[in-house]
Nanobody, 121 residues
Framework: QVQLVESGGGLAQPGGSLRLSCAASGFAFANYAMSWARQRAGQGIEWVSGIDNDGHDMDYADSVKGRFTISRSNAKETLYLQMNDLKVEDTAVYYC??????????????WGQGIQVTVSP
């Protein structure tokens, strides 16, 4: 079955950086788009970024554009999110999600357990 396991979260200071990873298994990773989403405490899920199956097409939410970079290694079946210039408002649980198709940057049909990112002085 599809498994998505996030890692790399934790505590960072404002202006700092973190890199999230998502190890995928149970499906043909190279055939599907992937995305990241997040949920702040007490709020709904917010789409953060998506990438198509071969990494040529990427998109970002306005709130993270210019600060976050999504990437993937199909050889390692791993999705990444490099987060730079972190802000307190980036504090959230971050989820890795599997797209429905090769170009589904926002639509998804599976997600990981989530990982906490906390940005605090």
């Amino acid at each position: 079955q599809v498994q998505l396991v996030e890692s790399g979260g934790g505590l960072a200071q404002p202006g700092g950086s973190l890199r999230l990873s998502c190890a995928a298994s149970g499906f043909a990773f190279a055939n599907y788009a992937m995305s990241w989403a997040r949920q702040r405490a007490g709020q709904g899920i917010e789409w953060v970024s998506g990438i198509d199956n071969d990494g040529h097409d990427m998109d970002y939410a306005d709130s993270v554009k210019g600060r976050f970079t999504i990437s993937r290694s199909n050889a390692k079946e791993t999705l990444y999110l490099q987060m730079n210039d972190l802000k307190v408002e980036d504090t959230a649980v971050y989820y890795c999600r599997k797209g429905r198709r090769w170009n589904s940057l926002e639509e998804y049909d599976a997600w990981g357990q989530g990982i906490q990112v906390t940005v605090s002085p």
